[in-house]
T-cell receptor
Framework: ETGVTQTPRHLVMGMTNKKSLKCEQHLGHNAMYWYKQSAKKPLELMFV???????ENNSVPSRFSPECPNSSHLFLHLHTLQPEDSALYLC??????????????FGEGSWLTVV | RKEVEQDPGPFNVPEGATVAFNCTYS??????FFWYRQDCRKEPKLLMSVYSSGNEDGRFTAQLNRASQYISLLIRDSKLSDSATYLCVVTRNTGGFKTIFGAGTRLFVKA
């Protein structure tokens, strides 16, 4: 059982829809991340939050909007997506200071299909 | 050139075989190294960290060669359950901490 839970696990949305992905971590971690994984490509880091403050945005289009109300919860708001945004979106967390070599724990991911 | 490169495979091996994966990294400032495992349609999970002296965990052995800038993963006595994608992960602290994932190497272990 993962300490990072994501909902929904699967989502199909139209290009004009607005939806949100939710992530919750039960590990007491201070850093949380959104990654995108497309077929046959490396994981792409999208956003990083440390103590609920955004510390990194890797040139992600504004149609993806993250929200981190506290250290345990992370949202990814989706609006007017494109078919090429279809991918597996993975939430992750680590104990502290992002990318300091701490183990990264991933949620099971949200499979997104944009039609 | 990607900062972390892996042979995508797939590697198709019979049960009981020994298989090795290499991963090269281009930034000499890289500090920490890991192997993650990702099962089909599942999330990545840490398999093992890679230490300079090399380390072993059961049938799995990881090694680091800083001079040549590569890490390796050796799996002995392969099991069907070892079938997965193995991700090489490298972290560095240059202009901020960064974690870079390789694209992964797919392994299929056949009966």
């Amino acid at each position: 059982e993962t300490g990072v839970t994501q909902t929904p696990r699967h989502l199909v949305m139209g290009m004009t829809n607005k939806k949100s992905l939710k992530c919750e971590q039960h590990l007491g971690h201070n850093a949380m991340y959104w990654y995108k994984q497309s077929a046959k490509k490396p994981l792409e880091l999208m956003f990083v939050y440390n103590f609920k403050e955004q510390t990194e945005n890797n040139s992600v289009p504004s149609r993806f909007s993250p929200e981190c109300p506290n250290s345990s919860h992370l949202f990814l708001h989706l609006h007017t997506l494109q078919p090429e945004d279809s991918a597996l979106y993975l939430c992750a967390s680590s104990r502290d200071r992002p990318f300091s070599g701490n183990t990264i724990y991933f949620g099971e991911g949200s499979w997104l299909t944009v039609v | 050139r990607k900062e972390v490169e892996q042979d995508p495979g797939p590697f198709n091996v019979p049960e009981g075989a020994t298989v090795a994966f290499n991963c090269t990294y281009s930034n000499s400032a890289s500090q920490s190294f890991f192997w993650y495992r990702q099962d089909c349609r599942k999330e990545p999970k840490l398999l093992m960290s890679v230490y300079s002296s090399g380390n072993e965990d059961g049938r799995f052995t990881a090694q680091l060669n800083r001079a040549s800038q590569y890490i390796s993963l050796l799996i002995r006595d392969s099991k069907l359950s070892d079938s997965a994608t193995y991700l090489c992960v490298v972290t560095r602290n240059t202009g901020g901490f960064k974690t870079i994932f390789g694209a992964g190497t797919r392994l299929f272990v056949k009966a």
